[in-house]
Nanobody, 127 residues
Framework: QVQLVESGGGLVQAGGSLRLSCVAS????????????MGWFRQAPEKEREFVAA????????AYADSVKGRFIISRDNAKNTLSLQINSLKPEDTAVYYC????????????????WGQGTQVTVSS
């Protein structure tokens, strides 16, 4: 199984930016990581976990939730087994625990298809 560890969360004022990172380890190799669809999900207090962004194994295909499109940028570095999420123009409604996840499917944005999850990193946006 792949172990995923997120970092980069924190307390930021509305309008600010953060860059989240996710490092894959354990059974993951560069070849294995590059075969995985990677995604970011978030869970706000009292709400269900929701899709934020996903990126294909090669990094050529990206998808975003409508709520973050134009503000968030997902990227990956397969040589370093890392996934990143650049978050710009933060809004209070972005406050949530952000999770990194991996899927063995060819392409997916469905939580059910992601079988490896990190512990999450807290992003808090003040107004």
């Amino acid at each position: 199984q792949v172990q995923l560890v997120e970092s980069g969360g924190g307390l930021v004022q509305a309008g600010g930016s953060l860059r989240l990172s996710c490092v894959a380890s354990g059974a993951t190799s560069g070849r294995t990581f590059s075969s995985l669809v990677m995604g970011w999900f978030r869970q706000a207090p009292e709400k269900e976990r929701e899709f934020v962004a996903a990126i294909s194994g090669s990094g050529t295909t990206r998808a975003y939730a409508d709520s973050v499109k134009g503000r968030f940028i997902i990227s990956r570095d397969n040589a370093k087994n890392t996934l990143s999420l650049q978050i710009n123009s933060l809004k209070p409604e972005d406050t949530a625990v952000y999770y990194c996840a991996a899927s063995r499917t060819l392409w997916s944005m469905n939580q059910k298809d992601f079988d490896s999850w990190g512990q999450g990193t807290q992003v808090t946006v003040s107004s």
